[in-house]
């Protein structure tokens, strides 16, 4: 089972690595929670890193670079950090990265992180295993990638694909904006990005790898209800039937997607995230179904009805 994101042409060099018999990614276990440290206020963030805050980062990340062959491109709000040739770097930083924020910053964040992250794109997964163990102390859980708050940096096998590269620049923006968003909004809208491309100039999710087992979970009646996976803790959602809860959260994403509200969504809940944590009273006022039985009824017929690929 593959998958693989789709960007605008001229790009296709950065992104078009397709991942060929390889299991499903697992998400961002070692994370846990994206948003654990305590999310500062949106109105109180503090402001951007300025150019010569980057400079004094760069040349701090250069004296601990693992090895030659490094290059380091600044890429606002991110540093990509690469072992490709220096030219497959550049592309990856402005063909994914740059496309990535420069559309997700248009349909629905206003902030950039207030620190400076950096992107790491290794070349292999020798390389990924061998480098991520050095620089963070600890070997990776995931084959594919994954963000660390602590460590501030998004860290990637990018032989496997850029789709979890676009999954996990999601995370530190939307710690940035959207304080106390939950899990399973987080992950929901993290990886509809997995698999995208760009539509009218929007960002755009495609069906990816997670609708077999999620169609399955439906035929089977395990899929729990939407008041069920809006209610979930951080914990629960991380834990819990881990694989069925970011299907789950994610169809439901490209649902409103399908149905042009899931930008209305996202503001609408971010306004009112402090009646409404959990997002499900917002969800039902969106949708306009009183009736959510029913309406998880006509979502399931949608999702059994999706083809990937
Ligand atoms: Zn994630």
Known sequence: MGFRVLVPLGCVAAIAATIAGASPPPGDARVGPPNARPAKAVDEAPPAPTDADFARHVERLKQRLPGPGFTVVIQRPFVVVGDEPP???????????????????????????????DIWLFRDEQSYRKHATALFDTPPTTPFG??????????????????????EIVHPFVAANF?????????????????CDERNGRIHGR???????????????RVPSFEKLCSTTSKEFYERDRGTNY???????????????????????????????????????????????????????????????
Request: charge should be neutral; glycine fraction near 8%; proline fraction near 4%.
């Open 87 to 117: 030219e497959t770097v550049r592309h990856r930083a402005e063909g994914t990265v740059g496309w990535a924020v420069r559309l997700l910053k248009k349909s629905y964040f206003a902030r950039d992180p207030a620190e400076i992250l």
């Open 146 to 167: 994954y963000y660390s708050h602590a460590d501030r940096a998004l860290v990637m096998n990018i032989a496997t694909g850029g789709g979890t590269l676009v999954h």
């Open 179 to 195: 304080p106390g968003c939950p899990a399973w909004f987080n992950e929901g809208l993290g990886s509809l990005y997995e698999q």
């Open 207 to 221: 069906t990816n790898w997670r609708l077999a087992g999620l169609q399955q979970a439906i035929r089977d009646r």
């Open 247 to 309: 299907a789950q959260a994610r169809y439901l994403c490209y649902y409103l997607q399908e149905r042009d509200l899931l930008e209305k969504y996202y503001h609408r809940f971010l306004a009112q995230r402090k009646e409404d944590p959990t997002g499900y009273q917002t969800l039902q006022e969106i949708l306009g179904w009183p009736d959510m039985a029913a309406f998880q009824r006509e979502w399931s017929d949608f999702v059994l009805g999706l083809r990937f690929p």
